[in-house]
């Protein structure tokens, strides 16, 4: 198996732990927001078992616990230093070793060091770059649905500035883990009309000045490697519009599109086992990376992963005959019951082959039920702007109104059909958008929605019927000569990053719409690159039972405002292909309804989103800085004293529960916004300033050297204010 940035994750915190451990007995201290990066990617077992005494939660009731040292893996965010402080000055533990899931901000860094109890009891201090969750093996997502309307809300220009720094961060943490410093290339619109259009160029900018930063304070970074030099592309929502819109027919996608998958923490399916039976029961399966039914077939049209589903099944089930012998003489029920018992893997198996031909099948009633094989076809010319047979699609409107008026299509389908039609068209006059949501029954309020994607740089609506059409050209054009099978004829659309990875990897992607930040000594870099590199091939010497050297290049694709999983399964495909490891990473993952949901919610008042950098900031519990009880023993153990090893979990954080769901689902029209204003146009992203004169380093609190300068510079660059 080949790199897997879960794996890569886990990696990086369990030997932090094993480090400091180093045999002797620790107490490890979480926060919320830790806790859930940790439960990502470890198992609390392999914690325990690394000489883990117990785990705790920064912001809850503890006990005294003087004798013991402690690592706190703690999110750097103001109330968890709080929360450090108070336990410092209670002096909680007998030493405290700090580590952090990203970079320290200088002036929460001056707050702990200046607390008198700091320079006793800190007995380490390090920084992870660990702050984002993997999802696949090649996926990562920030868990941060609330990113969309930050970059694209006519009112957040305000924030777009913190934000793109926060992400920023983020997307270079992924690098570091990956021990890649990438060549950094971003996507510029040719003729933009929307005011995000400069997103890409800004974000790059701050990346490549943050993974600099990290490797001037870091001198070991990156380590040495034989791979040739990654590649980070960054890109946005705007430059594919389609990918979302489009009824997607691989199962992963399809299944995401469909189905009442829940995805919070952890993606699951509400499934229903055995039933009619004694053993029947209810329970929500979570799909990862662990069920190899799901890995292998995720990307598999839906046609050719029923195929394989029942036939692996059958010939599970004709390798075990003694679990379906029906002669009583050879299996009786309970020998069935007791084999199971005896044989847990039968069980799973069978409950993963269970899961995904019932989630499969449930897809096909749907695409039945709903006529999905009539609108694929018009979907497909709208999206590629070309018939079955290569040509220039003709009577896509007459298409799309026969549709419209059939029962059986859903009006979110029916939505989806006009908003694709009219990207199509590149726009139509108001009255002609009025007209065919009536037609489709559809409220008129959906038409705020149909032009809220004009801030994604969709073009919906026309000021007049004597306003041409642009003659734009397609940002990758299709070849019309290659044939096209009759299977793919359902699939013939292909999301824009797959081709502007298979571009990339052959060195022929265009550099004035994917420029680099720091363009390349050699202008011919790219050619060399396509044409395959030594260090990238496998050697020949790697014979049988030998470990093939890692030296495929890594790309990093991230993808501002959400992904689709068609995107996802588009980087696995050309990695496969082009002898690359890609990695996907983005702020959430995107599904038809939420894309349109979100898309909505561009016209809505934005205090009405509850976006999170908005919020009151968290505060500390109180309880953290209540005057200490008698000594121990003279008075009862707080409730929660002696309880053997608590699991990483607990009640939240003070401070607003998230909404269910990542966004709100109230209203979307309404309160109409302020003008646009030009603040991420004309934001400045020039020259540093000369290096100025960094604060003395506090030595006592650390046992080897950090980047405290490095953030105090950078901030100052930024224009950050102190708190």
Same mark, same amino acid.
């Given at each position: 198996?080949?790199?897997?940035?879960?794996?890569?994750?886990?990696?990086?915190?369990?030997?932090?732990?094993?480090?400091?451990?180093?045999?002797?007995?620790?107490?490890?201290?979480?926060?919320?927001?830790?806790?859930?990066?940790?439960?990502?990617?470890?198992?609390?077992?392999?914690?325990?078992?690394?000489?883990?005494?117990?785990?705790?939660?920064?912001?809850?009731?503890?006990?005294?616990?003087?004798?013991?040292?402690?690592?706190?893996?703690?999110?750097?965010?103001?109330?968890?230093?709080?929360?450090?402080?108070?336990?410092?000055?209670?002096?909680?533990?007998?030493?405290?070793?700090?580590?952090?899931?990203?970079?320290?901000?200088?002036?929460?860094?001056?707050?702990?060091?200046?607390?008198?109890?700091?320079?006793?009891?800190?007995?380490?201090?390090?920084?992870?770059?660990?702050?984002?969750? /993997?999802?696949?093996?090649?996926?990562?997502?920030?868990?941060?649905?609330?990113?969309?309307?930050?970059?694209?809300?006519?009112?957040?220009?305000?924030?777009? #500035?913190?934000?793109?720094?926060?992400?920023?961060?983020?997307?270079?943490?992924?690098?570091?883990?990956?021990?890649?410093?990438?060549?950094?290339?971003?996507?510029?619109?040719?003729?933009?009309?929307?005011?995000?259009?400069?997103?890409?160029?800004?974000? =790059?900018?701050?990346?490549?000045?943050?993974?600099?930063?990290? =490797?001037?304070?870091?001198?070991?970074?990156?380590?040495?490697?034989?791979?040739?030099?990654?590649?980070?592309?960054?890109?946005?929502?705007?430059?594919?519009?389609? =990918?979302?819109?489009?009824?997607?027919?691989?199962?992963?996608?399809? =299944?995401?599109?469909?189905?009442?998958?829940?995805?919070?923490?952890?993606?699951?399916?509400?499934?229903?086992?055995?039933?009619?039976?004694?053993?029947?029961?209810?329970?929500?399966?979570?799909?990862?990376?662990?069920?190899?039914?799901?890995?292998?077939?995720?990307?598999?049209?839906?046609?050719?992963?029923?195929?394989?589903?029942?036939?692996?099944?059958?010939?599970?089930?004709?390798?075990?005959?003694?679990?379906?012998?029906?002669?009583?003489?050879?299996?009786?029920?309970?020998?069935? #019951?007791?084999?199971?018992?005896?044989?847990?893997?039968?069980?799973?198996?069978?409950?993963?082959?269970?899961?995904?031909?019932?989630?499969?099948?449930?897809?096909?009633?749907?695409?039945?039920?709903?006529?999905?094989?009539?609108?694929?076809?018009?979907?497909?010319?709208?999206?590629?702007?070309?018939?079955?047979?290569?040509?220039?699609?003709?009577?896509?409107?007459?298409?799309?109104?026969?549709?419209?008026?059939?029962?059986?299509?859903?009006?979110?389908?029916?939505?989806?059909?006009?908003?694709?039609?009219?990207?199509?068209?590149?726009?139509?006059?108001?009255?002609?958008?009025?007209?065919?949501?009536?037609?489709?029954?559809?409220?008129?309020?959906?038409?705020?929605?149909?032009?809220?994607?004009?801030?994604?740089?969709?073009?919906?609506?026309?000021?007049?019927?004597?306003?041409?059409?642009?003659?734009?050209?397609?940002?990758?054009?299709?070849?019309?000569?290659?044939?096209?099978?009759?299977?793919?004829?359902?699939?013939?659309?292909?999301?824009?990053?797959?081709?502007?990875?298979?571009?990339?990897?052959?060195?022929?992607?265009?550099?004035?719409?994917?420029?680099?930040?720091?363009?390349?000594?050699?202008?011919?870099?790219?050619?060399?690159?396509?044409?395959?590199?030594?260090?990238?091939?496998?050697?020949?010497?790697?014979?049988?039972?030998?470990?093939?050297?890692?030296?495929?290049?890594?790309?990093?694709?991230?993808?501002?405002?959400?992904?689709?999983?068609?995107?996802?399964?588009?980087?696995?495909?050309?990695?496969?292909?082009?002898?690359?490891?890609?990695?996907?990473?983005?702020?959430?993952?995107?599904?038809?309804?939420?894309?349109?949901?979100?898309?909505?919610?561009?016209?809505?008042?934005?205090?009405?989103?509850?976006?999170?950098?908005?919020? /009151?900031?968290?505060?500390?519990?109180?309880?953290?800085?209540?005057?200490?009880?008698?000594?121990?023993?003279?008075?009862?153990?707080?409730?929660?004293?002696?309880?053997?090893?608590?699991?990483?979990?607990?009640?939240?954080?003070?401070?607003?529960?998230?909404?269910?769901?990542?966004?709100?689902?109230? /209203?979307?029209?309404?309160?109409?916004?302020?003008?646009?204003?030009?603040?991420?146009?004309?934001?400045?992203?020039?020259?540093?300033?000369?290096?100025?004169?960094?604060?003395?380093?506090?030595?006592?609190?650390?046992?080897?050297?950090? #980047?405290?300068?490095?953030?105090?510079?950078?901030?100052?660059?930024?224009?950050?204010?102190?708190?």
């Amino acid at each position: 198996m080949g790199v897997s940035i879960i794996q890569e994750q886990r990696d990086i915190i369990i030997q932090i732990i094993k480090a400091i451990t180093a045999g002797d007995w620790k107490v490890l201290v979480i926060d919320a927001t830790s806790r859930k990066i940790i439960d990502n990617a470890v198992k609390e077992d392999d914690i325990l078992n690394h000489n883990i005494a117990n785990i705790e939660r920064i912001e809850e009731r503890r006990e005294m616990n003087p004798t013991m040292d402690a690592i706190y893996l703690l999110s750097p965010q103001p109330h968890i230093v709080d929360c450090l402080v108070a336990d410092l000055e209670r002096r909680r533990y007998k030493r405290c070793f700090l580590v952090w899931t990203s970079v320290l901000d200088p002036q929460l860094r001056r707050r702990i060091d200046n607390s008198p109890a700091a320079k006793q009891q800190i007995a380490g201090f390090e920084t992870l770059s660990v702050d984002y969750f /993997p999802r696949e093996s090649h996926l990562v997502t920030f868990r941060d649905p609330w990113s969309f309307p930050v970059l694209y809300h006519p009112s957040c220009n305000g924030l777009v #500035k913190q934000h793109m720094q926060d992400l920023a961060q983020k997307i270079t943490g992924l690098c570091v883990s990956l021990g890649e410093y990438p060549k950094v290339r971003y996507y510029r619109p040719k003729n933009p009309i929307h005011e995000a259009s400069v997103l890409c160029s800004h974000l =790059a900018r701050f990346i490549s000045d943050e993974l600099d930063e990290y =490797a001037q304070w870091n001198p070991d970074f990156p380590p040495p490697s034989s791979r040739p030099q990654g590649v980070l592309m960054v890109t946005d929502r705007s430059m594919d519009l389609m =990918a979302p819109l489009i009824h997607e027919f691989t199962y992963q996608a399809m =299944a995401h599109d469909l189905l009442p998958i829940k995805d919070d923490d952890k993606t699951t399916f509400h499934m229903k086992f055995n039933e009619g039976t004694p053993e029947a029961e209810e329970k929500d399966v979570e799909l990862t990376d662990k069920d190899k039914v799901w890995v292998e077939n995720r990307h598999k049209h839906m046609k050719d992963t029923i195929d394989k589903l029942m036939g692996d099944f059958q010939k599970f089930l004709d390798q075990n005959p003694h679990f379906t012998n029906s002669d009583a003489n050879t299996t009786s029920i309970n020998a069935i #019951k007791d084999m199971m018992a005896g044989l847990p893997q039968f069980t799973e198996m069978k409950e993963a082959y269970s899961l995904h031909i019932t989630m499969a099948q449930e897809c096909m009633n749907i695409f039945q039920h709903h006529k999905l094989a009539d609108m694929s076809p018009i979907e497909q010319s709208m999206a590629t702007g070309l018939d079955e047979d290569n040509r220039k699609a003709k009577n896509v409107l007459d298409s799309v109104v026969r549709l419209l008026d059939d029962d059986a299509v859903s009006q979110a389908d029916r939505l989806r059909l006009i908003i694709m039609y009219l990207l199509y068209r590149d726009g139509a006059i108001l009255e002609d958008i009025k007209r065919l949501l009536a037609h489709a029954s559809l409220p008129p309020q959906d038409g705020e929605i149909i032009s809220n994607m004009e801030h994604l740089g969709g073009r919906t609506t026309r000021g007049g019927l004597k306003e041409p059409k642009r003659d734009d050209p397609p940002l990758f054009p299709i070849d019309t000569k290659a044939p096209i099978s009759e299977d793919n004829y359902m699939s013939r659309f292909s999301p824009a990053v797959k081709h502007m990875l298979e571009n990339l990897c052959r060195g022929t992607l265009d550099q004035t719409s994917f420029p680099y930040v720091k363009p390349p000594l050699d202008p011919n870099e790219d050619a060399m690159i396509g044409q395959g590199s030594l260090r990238a091939a496998k050697p020949s010497w790697a014979g049988a039972g030998r470990r093939v050297a890692d030296n495929r290049q890594r790309i990093i694709v991230f993808m501002a405002g959400g992904a689709t999983f068609s995107e996802s399964r588009a980087c696995y495909e050309v990695g496969s292909v082009m002898n690359r490891d890609i990695f996907m990473a983005t702020s959430h993952m995107l599904t038809p309804q939420l894309f349109i949901r979100q898309v909505g919610d561009l016209s809505v008042d934005k205090r009405r989103l509850d976006i999170p950098m908005e919020r /009151p900031p968290q505060k500390a519990p109180a309880h953290l800085f209540e005057r200490p009880g008698p000594p121990m023993g003279a008075s009862p153990a707080p409730p929660q004293g002696g309880a053997p090893r608590p699991p990483p979990g607990g009640q939240r954080a003070p401070g607003r529960p998230l909404p269910q769901g990542g966004l709100p689902t109230g /209203p979307r029209i309404g309160g109409a916004p302020h003008p646009p204003t030009q603040q991420m146009a004309n934001m400045n992203i020039g020259s540093r300033p000369p290096n100025g004169t960094a604060d003395p380093r506090p030595s006592s609190s650390s046992d080897r050297p950090h #980047k405290l300068e490095k953030e105090k510079k950078k901030r100052n660059f930024l224009g950050m204010k102190k708190s």
